[in-house]
């Protein structure tokens, strides 16, 4: 009797998701082809409409490729692909145990069909909502398609690494040439990359790629697809790949990454469509910055090492992104390390702890011993150094300390605040980073990507607004309709206007040699190359070098270091991320008719004061500089450590004094 049951069980269980399963393909079916047509172009063009790039898929027809290309892909990423209905259910077994031994998504058995519904349809998530969705437009390719129609599509579409999308676009970056025309050690090598572009890119790891040829190579001999003679030669073949010079001065690439991420990510808009709709992407660059930058990147400094460098300049007033530059080579590394490295950021962290600062009562005159100092952390001690082990050995000003970059008075601060004011302060920046409630955090010991970083200073130059940073104004249609247009919405402020003023007034303070203390303004070596007035603060880290800083119209940000953190010792290194930052502002500004200087707001008041006791000047104090203070909070009394001189002798002694240091100061 229970056999019974059983048995009528399962066949009931059978009908039910037959039914379940039938009722899915009626309502599939009933829905129509997905779009498939990739056969199409999107033109990149600059903020004044300037065509910076061409994205085309030219394969029309399988008959057009040759045959053991053909099936080296077929190969190489789905040998049953003729055989099946989008789905290899063997594959999916095994992966679907290895998954469930793991409790996570560690592996695929993606045929052909699944690849190009995820590419064409889905992000690359791993996920089971994505892997169901997957499953419904793979099924639905497969209803409606042809098997030829479908793999034309795939190779259409599918990643060749640098930059390349589709079997054209990559055979024409690798060799310059028609994919009807390569050979068969030219295509092999080709359809090695999609498994790992990156890890199989040639340009990237010559031994991989070579690997990854090979194990096609004997595939296709395998099936009688070529022959033995066809296979040593294709193995034993110099492969025709583009030289350095022709490979040079397209570092423009890594912002078209860009637009591309904004565009899938952020806008939700996928490739192959844009493709099959013959569109044109607007974009936010300044192509003439841009190539400023790209000619700086050029320096026989980086072309002689294996330094890097990223670049990002933003419009603060708007976020858009002007110039971007993520490594000093495109081809050779499509890695862009200003927007996916995380380095390091020293001391250009400090702006964002003394906003904390300011918003806890601290002014610019506030004064803080700079001296050697142990710090007490619990049952540790933490003795943070100043550059080179200069130190004022008196009471210094905030003023003063952001220009000098003095880190005993920072970590002072930080822990006067405490990690926790200090890292929410962060958040409201931007900075999504993770941040370590430690002491050093005041010297910049988190690692912050640059154009989070550079988003960050916007909001200061811009008064408090949160800016995000973006690439895409448009994107319209060959007849000329808009299908996307970037809404200027209403910006939140998101920090005190007055104290982002007051901030701004002190990161000047690089620039100013009124404030040289005990030893020079950080910014004293590009100072003289400066014709308006900047705000800005650098970094160094053992193995990073930065400088961040902005105009009334501009925000820049420049990192230098090695991509495996090995230390920067040379000058040259350390120095270059200013040098470069200086050369790019101060040739953006070159046009302005008059000196360009920040705006002070309402409730700001300026006063004179001594640099070096902080209280209002007298006639009598030799260095000064006009500060600024929220109305009230600003000094009330008068310098009483410089005295009027009372005799002739005490004048000469004067002039003696000052002579000497006009000396001292030709050889610092």
């Known amino acids: 009797m229970n056999v019974q049951r059983i048995f009528f069980g399962l066949i009931y269980c059978l009908f039910v998701l037959s039914f379940i399963a039938g009722s899915f ?234 637009v591309w991420q904004e565009a899938t990510e952020q806008l939700q808009l996928k490739r192959e469509n844009l493709l099959a709709k013959n569109v044109t992407i607007h974009t936010t660059l300044d192509q003439s910055l841009q190539k400023k930058g790209e000619e700086i990147t050029e320096r026989d400094v980086l072309n002689d090492s294996e330094l890097e460098i990223g670049i990002v300049s933003i419009e603060q007033e708007t976020g858009a992104i002007k110039q971007m530059i993520g490594g000093k080579s495109y081809e050779l590394s499509p890695f862009n390390r200003a927007v996916q490295s995380k380095r390091m950021v020293g001391s250009t962290f400090k702006p964002l702890l003394y906003y904390a600062a300011l918003e806890h009562g601290f002014t610019a005159t506030t004064m803080l011993q700079s001296e050697p100092t142990a710090f007490m952390m619990g049952e540790d001690v933490y003795e943070p150094n100043n550059y080179n082990g200069y130190y004022a050995y008196k009471p210094i000003s905030l003023a003063q300390a952001i220009a000098l970059s003095d880190n005993i008075y920072a970590v002072k601060t930080h822990l006067f605040l405490s990690a926790e004011v200090v890292v929410e302060t962060t958040k409201q920046f931007g900075v999504t980073a993770d941040l370590p409630e430690v002491a050093s955090l005041a010297l910049g010991s988190a690692s912050i990507p640059l154009i989070e970083m550079a988003q960050a200073y916007t909001m200061i130059a811009n008064g408090g607004y949160e800016t995000p940073a973006y690439a895409i104004e448009k994107i319209t249609t060959d007849s000329g309709k808009v299908i996307y247009e970037k809404k200027q919405r209403k910006r939140r402020q998101l920090l005190d206007e007055k104290k982002s003023f007051l901030l701004t007034h002190l990161m000047t303070g690089m620039f100013d040699r009124r404030l040289n203390g005990y030893m020079e303004v950080t910014g004293s070596s590009i100072i003289d190359q400066l014709h308006h007035e900047y705000a800005g603060k650098s970094g160094t880290t053992n193995s990073d070098s930065w400088m961040i800083g902005y105009s009334p119209k501009l925000v820049t940000g420049v990192w230098t270091g090695y991509d495996d953190n090995r230390p920067l010792r040379k000058w040259e290194e350390k120095a270059l991320s200013k040098q470069t930052w200086a050369e790019l502002m101060q040739w953006f500004h070159e046009d302005e008719e008059e000196k360009l200087t920040f705006s002070v707001p309402e409730g700001i008041v300026g006063e004179v004061i001594d640099v070096e006791t902080g209280l209002l000047a007298t006639e009598d104090c030799s260095v000064n500089r006009m500060t600024y203070f929220e109305n009230g909070t600003e000094p009330t009394s008068y310098c009483t450590d410089h005295l009027p001189i009372e005799n002739e002798s005490d004048l000469i002694d004067e002039e003696e004094k000052s002579f000497y240091k006009q000396i001292l100061d030709l050889f610092p």
């Not at 394969?59 to 989008?86: C, K, M, Q, S, W």
């Not at 789905?87 to 045929?111: H, M, P, V």
């Open 25 to 258: 393909l009626i309502i599939v079916y009933s829905l129509g082809p997905p779009e498939m047509e990739s056969k199409g172009q999107v033109t990149i063009v600059d903020q004044d409409g300037e065509i910076i790039n061409n994205t085309m898929d030219t394969v029309n027809n399988l008959d057009d490729l040759p045959t053991y290309l053909v099936e080296g892909i077929i190969l190489a990423e789905d040998r049953h692909f003729y055989n099946h209905y989008g789905l290899d259910l063997r594959g999916i077994a095994r992966a679907f145990i290895r998954n469930i031994e793991a409790r996570q998504l560690k592996e695929g058995a993606s045929t052909i069909t699944q690849q190009l519904a995820r590419n064409l349809y889905l992000s690359h998530e791993k996920t089971w909502t994505r892997k169901l969705k997957e499953l419904y437009y793979t099924i639905r390719l497969e209803m409606f398609y042809s098997k030829d129609d479908i793999l034309m599509t795939y190779l259409n579409t599918i990643y060749f690494g640098h930059g390349a999308y589709g079997i054209s676009e990559a055979s024409e970056f690798y060799y310059g040439k028609n994919p009807s025309t390569l050979s068969i050690a030219e295509a092999t090598m080709l359809i090695g990359i999609p498994k790992g572009p990156t890890y199989y890119s040639p340009y990237n790891n010559i031994d991989n790629a070579t690997n990854r040829q090979h194990f096609i190579l004997d595939k296709l001999l395998h099936k009688k697809v070529i022959t033995e003679a066809d296979y040593y030669q294709a193995k034993s073949e110099s492969l025709p790949f583009k030289n350095d010079e022709q490979l040079q001065a397209h570092n423009v690439d890594y912002f078209i990454d860009y």
